[in-house]
């Protein structure tokens, strides 16, 4: 192969590139990443049911042994003893990730720097090449993390804010997941607070459906649902996040990735597609791409689920597209039926048999064998 500028491009530094990077720190890789991000912010807390370790451990922000759901008046609490969901500040992760990155001769992370067209393998031994805002850039593999700027189809949109209220208006203890509003025919709305003190917390409003609701719509709503907790007094907006999540299943038959070259992050399909969940995937995924480059493979592999747990991935996903108005319904018996932190682990990605058949066997049969013989 002729000369070429890195072992590796990331092509993002996100949650997905900045994760690849810091597992390849001190290794004899030379990895290059492209951001275009001159500084990083405190943007976003990535919250999900932690069921293996990461580089990021110290990034946690909050933990939590108890959750709930509620739809019409009744509450459904869960708690474990072995698992936690937990909270990760993007702010300190960032922070740690750039940390690592600049301390290790062997990462040149360019901030400031867009790719500008998707990246050319002229040769098919020969190096990938790509055009960046800083010039031209070769590289043996890239890992293509950059957002696919998608805004439609069926997915999870959210507005939260970060409110400090006055007085103690939550329980830091419990995690009020998802407190459903009314079922309606066209989608499923769920509010999500993540109670960091007891007068802090992030207050969510969220959508599952195919059409990205007005903002304003959603806008009035979290100022409703923050006016009622705050029992109409005065508070503080620290930070508002916001995003719009494809709950999408891959293409089955998807085309043979070229040589050296994958997608990773959501990009690669990381959130979960009945979940939106995609953090701790996203740190699955660069363990897998870590070991395949280091192992010098030419086809890299970051695929996570099984066959069969795309197929029920679809069932979920077809049942909740078809009948939302089940939804809030479906969510309260998985809940109430399945065992003590299966349906945690299978929520987070966990695609071990036992806890599909779990979660499976928690939900109302109907409309879901109605969905696998008519889907
Ligand atoms: C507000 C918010 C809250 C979320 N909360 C959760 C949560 O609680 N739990 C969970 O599991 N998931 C959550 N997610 C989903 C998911 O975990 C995050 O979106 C995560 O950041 C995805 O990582 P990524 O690397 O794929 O994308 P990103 O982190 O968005 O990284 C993509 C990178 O590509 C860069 N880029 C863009 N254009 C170019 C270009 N031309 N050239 C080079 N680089 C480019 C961007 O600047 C960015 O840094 C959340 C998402 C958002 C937006």
């Not at 969940?277 to 280091?294: G, P, S, V």
């Not at 998985?334 to 048999?353: C, I, K, M, V, W």
């Amino acid at each position: 192969m002729a000369a070429i500028d890195a072992d590796v491009a990331i092509l993002g530094g996100g949650c997905a590139g900045l994760s690849l990077a810091v597992r390849l720190a001190g290794s004899g890789v030379r990895v290059t990443v492209i951001e275009p991000r001159l500084e990083y912010e405190d943007d976003r807390v990535w919250s999900f049911f932690r069921t293996r370790p990461d580089p990021f451990t110290a990034c946690v922000r909050a933990s939590w042994s108890k959750w709930h759901v509620s739809s019409g008046g009744v509450t459904v609490p869960r708690r474990s003893d072995r698992l936690r969901y937990e909270s990760v500040s993007s702010g300190a992760f960032y922070q740690l990730a750039l940390q690592i990155c600049h301390a290790a001769p062997n990462i040149d992370l360019r901030l400031g720097t867009s790719v500008l067209v998707d990246p050319r393998l002229p040769a098919m031994h020969g190096p990938w090449r790509m055009e960046t805002s800083a010039g031209q850039l070769t590289s043996r593999y890239v890992i293509d993390t950059r957002p696919t700027g998608r805004t439609s189809g069926y997915g999870q949109s959210f507005l939260g804010q970060e409110i400090r209220v006055g007085f103690d208006a939550f329980d830091p203890e419990d995690v009020p997941m998802m407190c459903f509003a009314a079922p309606r025919p066209d989608r499923v709305d769920f509010l999500y607070i993540l109670p960091f003190a007891r007068n802090e917390a992030l207050v969510e409003v969220t959508t599952f459906g195919a059409e990205i609701p007005d903002i304003s719509e959603h806008r009035r709503w979290l100022e409703c649902e923050i006016a009622q907790l705050a029992r109409g007094q005065s508070y503080d907006i620290l930070r508002e996040e916001r995003a719009f999540i494809p709950m999408v299943l891959p293409q089955s038959g998807a085309p043979i990735a070229p040589a050296r070259f994958a997608h990773a992050g959501l990009r690669g399909g990381a959130a979960r597609p009945s979940t939106g969940y995609a953090y701790q995937r996203i740190q699955q995924m660069a363990d897998l791409c870590t070991a395949q480059i280091l192992r010098g493979v030419d086809g890299i592999d970051l695929r996570l689920d099984s066959p069969v747990t795309r197929f029920m991935d679809g069932v979920f996903l077809r049942v909740l597209q078809r009948r939302p108005d089940r939804g809030p319904a479906l969510f309260s018996a998985l809940f109430r039926n399945a065992p003590a932190d299966r349906l945690e682990r299978f929520l987070s990605g966990s695609t071990a048999p036992i806890d599909r058949v779990s979660v499976m066997a928690s939900l109302p049969p109907a409309p879901f064998l109605r969905e696998v013989f008519t889907g």
